[in-house]
């Protein structure tokens, strides 16, 4: 186990509505970043949150945001959702951003997402 | 855009054979990481390389990173039926993280 945990497990919404994903990372872990993964492609890199500030975001559109506490959970939350919003989406923490010799990154189990 | 390619897409072996995915990224990456993911499951942190040429060795996974810091290779010796799952190259420029596409490996028992 990696000590991430995600929630919920799975969700089921309709288009239009507005979802919220939460993650708590490793103990001492100050980096978070989120990932959409749709069946059968690689994780695709939503952004990253250091030390509570956005550290970097890959391409997605405003409505995907992020939010990070000092407790080390952090959410991702998605407004105006999309049919093609769903996908297992997967947080990782990590001790340091990128290009880091400690970035390693340690993945939760996964929410699953589906819109209808 | 940037992009990380893995070759190939599916590979399917006998157990016992050896096994090898290559990544290709479009750009200069700052290091190389690579995961495994079981179906259904999440990725798994495997390594992560960061000097140019470097070579890593994991039991029977051997892993490179490329003289340009732009390619890498997994290569795994006596495949075990353990070792299904999808592989994937990952690594980052600037503050972006990008993964490869990724090679599914089936090993036949």
């Known amino acids: 186990e990696t000590g991430v945990t995600q929630s919920p497990t799975h969700l089921i919404k309709t288009r239009g509505q507005q979802v919220t994903l939460r993650c708590s990372s490793q103990s001492g872990h100050n980096t978070v970043s989120w990932y959409q993964q749709a069946l059968g492609q690689g994780p695709q890199f939503i952004f990253q949150y250091y030390r509570e500030e956005e550290n970097g975001r890959g391409n997605f559109p405003p409505r995907f945001s992020g939010l990070q506490f000092p407790n080390y959970s952090s959410e991702l939350n998605v407004n105006a959702l999309e049919l093609d919003d769903s996908a297992l989406y997967l947080c990782a923490s990590s001790l340091s951003p990128w290009g880091g010799r400690t970035d390693t990154q340690y993945f939760g189990p996964g929410t699953r997402l589906t819109v209808l | ?109």
């Open chain 2, 1 to 109: 855009g940037q992009q990380v390619m893995q070759i190939p897409q599916y590979q399917h072996v006998q157990e016992g054979e050896d096994f090898t995915t290559y990544c290709n990224s479009s750009t200069t990456l700052s290091n190389i990481q690579w995961y495994k993911q079981r179906p259904g499951g999440h990725p798994v942190f495997l390594i992560q390389l960061v000097k140019s040429g470097e070579v890593k060795k994991q039991k029977r996974l051997t892993f490179q990173f490329g003289e340009a810091k732009k390619n890498s290779s997994l290569h795994i010796t006596a495949t075990q039926t353990t070792d299904v799952g999808t592989y994937f190259c990952a690594g980052s420029t600037g503050n972006q993280f990008y993964f490869g596409t990724g090679t599914s490996l089936t090993v036949i028992p």
